[in-house]
Structure formats: C-alpha cells, structure tokens
C-alpha cells in the first residue's frame, strides 16, 4: 500500500536553511496533494501548506509565507519542503501528509526532527 | 487566521463514553476531521467529513457536527485510546488543526 517516507533528521544552525523530502512509496501522487505539517516538542500540530502536483497548485500557511518552498517532482513522486532563516522557534518534528480535495489526511509519513541550534 | 478551540483534557473511566469537542466560527458549514497521536507516533485519521470512518478504525469511535461544534465520541472507551485528540478544518484552502485534547483514560 501507499506509504509516505520521509528523509532523515537534521540540525541547523540558526539563519540557514532546510529541506526535508517525503517521497510516495508504492505508488504515484495520482490527484492527491501533499501537506507538510510541523510539531514543536510537545505542542500540537500546525499546517505549514500544501502542493497538489498534478496542478502545480500551491496553498500556504500566512505565518509561513515568503520562508518556505513547498516543490514536487512528479518523476519520482517526491515532495520536498524548504524552510529558510531558520530560528530555534523551528525546531520540530515536519510531517507530509496526504489528502485528496481538501478532503482528509489519510495517510501520514514517519516524521523528520529538525533541531536549530547554534 | 481560522481559530479552532479544544479543551486542552477530557477524562474518563474505561467502558465509558468520552466526548471531545471542537468549536469554531461557522463549523457547521466546514467539513471536520479527527486525529489521534499517541507519544511517538505520527498522527492517526480517526473520522473524517464529520462522520465517516476511515477503514479499519473501531466503530466506537464516531463524529458529528452541529452548531458551530464538532464532537468526537468514543463509546466504550478502551485503555488502548488514551492520546492526544485534534480537530482539523479548512478555511480559503489553509488547514487548521485545534490546540489538541488529551485523552486520559483511568
């Protein structure tokens, strides 16, 4: 079945960069789109944005606009997240996730740590 | 920004019905999911469109939406479903999810 895997963790220093990948195992993007959705230790969830590569549609969460990149490749059923001028408020676990119309998020991948800190 | 509301715990006693809800401005016109994350894990889609159950997830677990409050009802609740609950809606194409319910089951 359908799996999300998503790459490994990271530590940043503050004022770089990261990207984090989550790639479709099992099958391919189809109409669906790809969320990226982050939680800070032990807080609760919240949606960065979402591409729907089939469309090339982009949406994005105001508090993050203008700091991240979400991208696809359709190839080989790749998302990736680009987050720029990292601070220690970052630091988080990033999640992809799946849904199909706005519908749900039905399929989640494992998680990345991104850990800023000087 | 869209704001969803959660009380932040709900307790319960095993065998019992455990009730966590959500409120925002106009809910009843947005569609609403349900998440469940245990420590550790990513979360879990539980209920989905107010109502409707993923495949494989226990028919306890049910959903509802009324009034500008969406409800996630556990009947006959088991130890195994202590987590943390979070409601989700969309608004102009942005998601938002609410702070999260912790769910102690004792």
């Known amino acids: 079945q359908v799996q999300l895997v998503q790459s490994g963790a990271e530590v940043k220093k503050p004022g770089s960069s990261v990207k984090v990948s989550c790639k479709t195992s099992g099958g391919t993007f189809g109409n669906f789109a790809i969320n990226w959705v982050r939680q800070a230790p032990g807080q609760g969830l919240e949606w960065m944005g979402r591409?729907?590569?089939?469309?090339?549609?982009?949406n994005h969460a105001q508090e993050f606009q203008g700091r991240v990149t979400i991208t696809a490749d359709k190839i080989t059923s790749t998302a990736y997240m680009e987050l720029r001028s990292l601070r220690s408020e970052d630091t988080a676990v990033y999640y992809c996730?799946?849904?199909?119309?706005?519908?749900?998020?039905?399929?989640w991948g494992q998680g990345t740590l991104v850990t800023v800190s000087s | 920004s869209y704001e969803l509301t959660q009380s932040p715990s709900v307790s319960v006693s095993p065998g019992q019905k455990a009730s966590i809800t959500c409120s925002g401005d106009n809910l009843r016109h947005k569609y609403v999911s349900w998440f469940q994350q245990k420590p550790g894990q990513s979360p879990l889609l539980v209920i989905y469109?107010?109502?409707k159950r993923p495949s494989g997830i226990p028919e306890r677990f049910s959903g509802s939406n009324s009034g500008d409050i969406a409800t996630l009802t556990i009947s006959g609740t088991q130890i195994m479903d202590e987590a943390a609950y979070y409601c989700q809606a969309w608004d102009s194409s942005a998601g938002f999810f609410g702070g999260g319910t912790m769910l102690t089951v004792l």
């Open positions: 591409i729907t590569p089939v469309l090339d549609i982009r």
């Open positions: 469109r107010d109502d």
């Open positions: 996730a799946r849904d199909e119309n706005f519908k749900a998020f039905d399929i």
